[in-house]
């Protein structure tokens, strides 16, 4: 059984900075990619960023240049770096994981989210 666990989201001041960390722990053989996607008030879920097991990364329009994603594949740890925060940035995070286990079997895994809150 494998779990996945958000920290670090909160209160911000527009311009501020905040780092999220998601670490998956469990029967986790290799990982294929892990990601950040945010939900915010009367929008759909969307992808803010995703780095692969490979080291590529793909982001958001909306955040290019401010986040920046990371990961530790040895603690199957993935952190986003979030600069220049911005109003519009307020959402429920939540941490994807995308693994395989022992015998190869893929597994799509996901956090239980955490509120970002950006103010004036």
């Known amino acids: 059984q494998v779990q996945v666990a958000e920290s670090g989201g909160g209160l911000a001041q527009a311009g501020g900075s905040l780092r999220l960390s998601c670490a998956a722990s469990g029967s986790i053989f290799s990982v294929n990619s892990m990601g950040w996607y945010r939900q915010a008030p009367g929008k759909q879920r969307e992808l803010v960023a995703i780095?692969?097991?490979?080291?590529?990364?793909n982001y958001a329009d909306s955040v290019k240049g401010r986040f920046t994603i990371s990961r530790d594949n040895a603690k199957n740890t993935v952190y986003v770096q979030m600069n220049s925060l911005k109003l519009e940035d307020t959402a429920v995070y939540y941490c994807n994981v995308k693994y395989r286990d022992s015998r190869w079997y893929e597994y799509d895994s996901w956090g239980q989210g955490t509120q970002v809150t950006v103010s004036s």
């Open positions: 780095i692969s097991a490979g080291g590529s990364t």
